[in-house]
């Protein structure tokens, strides 16, 4: 079986005057789900942007094993899934060509099952509606389908669980748990229900303002 793996070497990401985190050296594999923790403002969406390519450490490397191979952060874009809640959707397109467009820019393995998943929402005719008519539940069900959905190596989670009610939780949990093989998934959220599927955790809290010499240098993985 093929590895996925991403590998963070002494990164910190400065927004101005204000260091988001620092001195952050860890190893992710595609043998984990990780909870990537911490309360509002400690950084886990800046991580993750890290970790996609979307935004660049101001210190630090983040390298990349794809597939048994090693890739640059500017090869990594279409292995990637993400799903954001500040990540749109175009809002003229109907749901049907938002699913043809994420096609073109990352192949799904089944744009067929894709559709006939959509098609199982709570909502009549939802293929023919354009996204502006959803409501904020059903656009994240159309982020989180497309994104699990992808088979992309990599899949980033941020906060996977906003507007969704209880049902619309299980739903997503049980389409990752059938799309989770040889990926390397983490979810950052600080909603315990979001990290239910979660084997590994990172408190990025840790890292903030981090000073201590002593773990400088050193590749550290994720604790269990």
């Known amino acids: 079986?093929?590895?996925?793996?991403?590998?963070?070497?002494?990164?910190?990401?400065?927004?101005q005057y204000e260091w988001v985190f620092k001195e952050l050296s860890c190893l992710f594999t595609s043998e984990h789900i990780?909870?990537?923790?911490?309360?509002?403002?400690?950084?886990k969406s800046t991580f993750l942007?890290?970790?996609s390519g979307f935004t660049t450490p101001t210190r630090g490397i983040v390298k990349y094993v794809l597939n048994d191979k090693d890739w640059t952060q500017s090869n990594v874009y279409a292995n990637v899934?993400?799903?954001?809640?500040?990540?749109?959707?175009?809002?003229?397109?109907t749901v049907l060509e938002m699913v043809k467009f994420n096609h073109v820019m990352r192949p799904f393995p089944s744009i067929d099952l894709v559709i006939?998943?959509?098609?199982?929402?709570?909502?009549?005719?939802i293929l023919t509606k354009r996204i502006i008519e959803l409501s904020s539940g059903m656009k994240q069900r159309v982020k989180l389908i497309l994104a699990i959905m992808s088979g992309s190596a990599i899949l980033l989670l941020d906060e996977p669980g906003s507007n969704l009610d209880t049902l619309a939780n299980v739903w997503w949990q049980e389409l990752l748990v059938r799309h989770r093989d040889n990926r390397l998934i983490l979810i950052a959220s600080n909603d315990p229900q979001d990290l239910k599927l979660c084997t590994s955790q990172?408190?990025?809290t840790s890292y903030k303002n981090f000073d201590n010499k002593l773990l400088k240098n050193r590749l550290i993985d994720v604790i269990e």
């Open 1 to 15: 079986m093929q590895a996925q793996q991403v590998i963070c070497e002494n990164i910190a990401k400065r927004f």
């Open 34 to 43: 990780y909870g990537i923790l911490g309360p509002n403002g400690a950084g």
């Open 49 to 51: 942007k890290v970790i």
């Open 81 to 93: 899934g993400y799903c954001a809640p500040y990540i749109d959707l175009i809002e003229e397109m």
């Open 116 to 125: 006939e998943g959509i098609k199982q929402f709570p909502f009549r005719g």
């Open 202 to 204: 990172l408190d990025i």
